[in-house]
């Protein structure tokens, strides 16, 4: 148990485990792409630019784009749950991988963009998403004993 000592007394903490804290990250990060999201909403000709008159059952590149926002959506959303339930070995790596890949495609798709709220999000997205690779990578371990259980 760790303490922080002050001028009256002292603080009680203690360890959390890294698949919680990993797990809080992925939250935070969905807040931010969703805040991001919703904001830009409401950037001048968003809506009529891209969406309005584009978006019908028989367009096949808006079923796509659609898509494929579900599709790198759900993966931050469902890394919530399968970072805590998933064995380390396979969790680690997911959340080595996939934050890589994010932060690569954040990169890449606001290269151009102006707006300042987006430009912080996406500094936010990609703290957060080093934030978990590092946790991800210091993934804490256990000494194997020499007798095994039998």
């Excluded at 009256?8 to 969905?30: R, Y």
């Excluded at 998403?129 to 004993?145: D, F, G, H, N, R």
Aim: glycine share 2%; net charge negative.
């Amino acid at each position: 148990m760790n303490s922080v000592t002050n001028a009256t007394g002292v603080f009680q903490d203690f360890q959390i485990n890294v698949k919680f804290k990993i797990s809080a990250l992925w939250v935070a990060v969905m807040f931010c792409y969703v805040y991001g999201d919703y904001i830009q909403l409401h950037v001048p000709g968003i809506l009529t630019q891209t969406w309005v008159d584009n978006v019908t059952p028989e367009n096949t590149n808006a079923q796509l784009e659609f898509f494929a926002i579900a599709l790198l959506m759900a993966i931050p959303s469902v890394m919530i749950f399968f970072t805590l339930t998933l064995k380390p070995i396979v969790n680690r790596w997911l959340n080595i991988i996939f934050p890589m890949c994010y932060i690569a495609l954040l990169i890449s798709v606001n290269l151009e963009e102006t707006w300042a709220y987006y430009l912080f999000f996406t500094a936010v997205e990609i703290i957060i998403s080093i934030a978990i690779i590092l946790y991800a990578w210091k993934w804490p371990k256990t000494e194997q004993s020499a007798v095994s259980n039998v």
